[in-house]
């Protein structure tokens, strides 16, 4: 690679608030993976959440980790049993690659794998880096018209797929998102693509919500901290018209999920994507005695396809959601504006 292998600058997490920007060894791609000269990793919410708290649930930073999931880059050098990728291809890389071979991967669900390798989840490093190495078919080759920017977004753009098809959106859906985050608003984008009539979004955060409709939310609920979720539930079905056929919420706070759970009609579906505290107390028997189907999500399996396509097609116009753009130098700016959501940051972008 010549004078590129002098720089392999890589955001390195040593614990909490110690991110550093250090110099790696660039890697050697196995026989099925191929080397990666990284172009865009987004910030997503739990690459700060490990940065501020050390910690996501049981998964706990003891080592130092290299940061980033939400990524793109240009093959550089293919492993010798690499067949669908060449040198120069670009990609969107999905960051958790399964055992393959589990009763978990067999039936197709390799999102709940037990030996996952997944970016940036303790103990394994993710891809905040200049050069990377990935199993090769866990990368998707990009058209030409597909940016890196959007090649690293069909990461969260899959965990809407993932809801989505779980809570069976489909044409005339009527559908309620709780958390107007960059998951609540793929979980919209998707919705909209996957022909949902109506999408009411809530949120605490007033600036996010105006977002929202700028792409496509049909109501908004800015949700006051007296607010009940009996009385929201009410509010939703006033605006919509009907109780939402799907509920989801992008929070995990039993605030969101006692709403979900209240507002949406009988037989109808809510999925939990946002993970909050282990324990929740939340209606249960109210929503089982309507017969309301409650469905947990787990990142995704066998969306990125469907994820690309939708990019590819315009359906889902997600680089509007990108709001700030850092080149790999001004990492911690990045990542500072992200904790804090200065400017209104929604999505930030690294440019590696």
Known sequence: MGSLAEDNLTAVLHGTNDLRMEQVPIPEPEDDQVLLRMATVGICGSDVHYWTHGRICHFVVEKPMILGHESSGIVVRCGKKVKNLKPGDRVAIEPGVPCRVCDDCKRGEYNLCKDVVFCATPPHNGNL?????????????????????????????????????????????????????????????????????????????????????TIGADYTITVGKNATADDLAVEVEKKLGAMPDVSIDACGQESTISLCMNATRSGGTVCIIGHGPAEAKVPIVKAAVREVNIKGVFRYANCYPMALAMVASGKVPVKKLITHNFTIEKTLDAFETAKTGAGGAIKVMIHC
């Open 129 to 213: 880096s200049r050069f990377y190495c990935h199993a090769a078919d866990f990368c998707y080759k990009l058209p030409d018209h597909v940016s890196f920017e959007e090649g690293s977004l069909l990461e969260p753009i899959s965990v809407g797929v993932q809801a989505c098809k779980r809570a069976g959106v489909t044409l005339g859906s009527r559908v309620l998102i709780t958390g107007a985050g960059p998951i609540g608003l793929v979980n919209l984008l998707v919705a909209k693509a996957m022909g949902a009539a109506e999408v009411i979004m809530t949120d605490v955060v007033e600036h996010r919500l105006t977002f929202a409709k």
